[in-house]
T-cell receptor, first 113, second 113 residues
Framework: AQSVTQLDSQVPVFEEAPVELRCNYS??????LFWYVQYPNQGLQLLLK??????LVESINGFEAEFNKSQTSFHLRKPSVHISDTAEYFC???????????FGSGTRLLVRP | DAMVIQNPRYQVTQFGKPVTLSCSQT?????MYWYQQKSSQAPKLLFH???????NEADTPDNFQSRRPNTSFCFLDIRSPGLGDAAMYLC????????????FGQGTRLTVV
């Protein structure tokens, strides 16, 4: 079985500042890792994913995440945030032969002017 | 180009009155999921279909049922909604298991009065 821990329920940050949203996972098998973003009253959108290969993955809007197997982490980072990045961010894990996406409890990123 | 469409976006139902939420997809994906998301919580998987094979999560209440009459459509039936069933219900699809992206609809927010 897999589980995901997002330690920070809310992260306030000023516009143009860097941000890191933390995600740790637990699994007895190899996993795939995902970050999803959810805007108010919307569904979830895939931001980026790690399947294999390079441990650093990037999204088209400037986010990146690094898979660290030894620390079982998949933290999300952005060097300079915008007001429009304000949203809920969910880290998720899937076992490699599993249908299920297991989500963390989410981190609300609040970007202030 | 909406790919996973949920209707309605907002649903108000009376306590104990059966309600059906619908989901359709234009992606021709094999797997369809229903998640329940309560306020400020992670989405929780209720059940999923792989083609016509139905897979119920062990902790999904019997009050929740699902139908998938064809590849494109999937329904969530709540037989006797209680106040605790008020939530956002998210439908998602994926091509297959594990490493493929899950595409989410915009959700149906259910209110029970």
């Amino acid at each position: 079985a897999q589980s995901v821990t997002q330690l920070d329920s809310q992260v306030p940050v000023f516009e143009e500042a860097p941000v890191e949203l933390r995600c740790n996972y637990s699994s007895s098998v190899s996993v795939y890792l995902f970050w999803y973003v959810q805007y108010p009253n919307q569904g979830l959108q895939l931001l980026l994913k790690y399947l294999s290969g390079s441990t650093l993955v990037e999204s088209i809007n400037g986010f990146e995440a690094e898979f660290n197997k030894s620390q079982t982490s998949f933290h999300l980072r952005k060097p300079s945030v915008h007001i429009s990045d304000t949203a809920e961010y969910f880290c998720a894990v899937s076992g490699r032969s599993s249908y299920k996406l297991i989500f963390g409890s989410g981190t609300r990123l609040l970007v202030r002017p | 180009d909406a790919m996973v469409i949920q209707n309605p976006r907002y649903q108000v139902t009376q306590f104990g009155k059966p309600v059906t939420l619908s989901c359709s997809q234009t992606l021709n994906h094999n797997v369809m999921y229903w998640y329940q998301q309560k306020s400020s919580q992670a989405p929780k998987l209720l059940f999923h279909y792989y083609d016509k094979d139905f897979n119920n999560e062990a902790d999904t209440p019997d009050n929740f049922q699902s139908r998938r009459p064809n590849t494109s459509f999937c329904f969530l039936d709540i037989r006797s909604p209680g106040l605790g069933d008020a939530a956002m219900y998210l439908c998602a699809t994926s091509r297959s298991r594990g490493n493929t992206e899950a595409f989410f609809g915009q959700g149906t927010r259910l209110t029970v009065v």
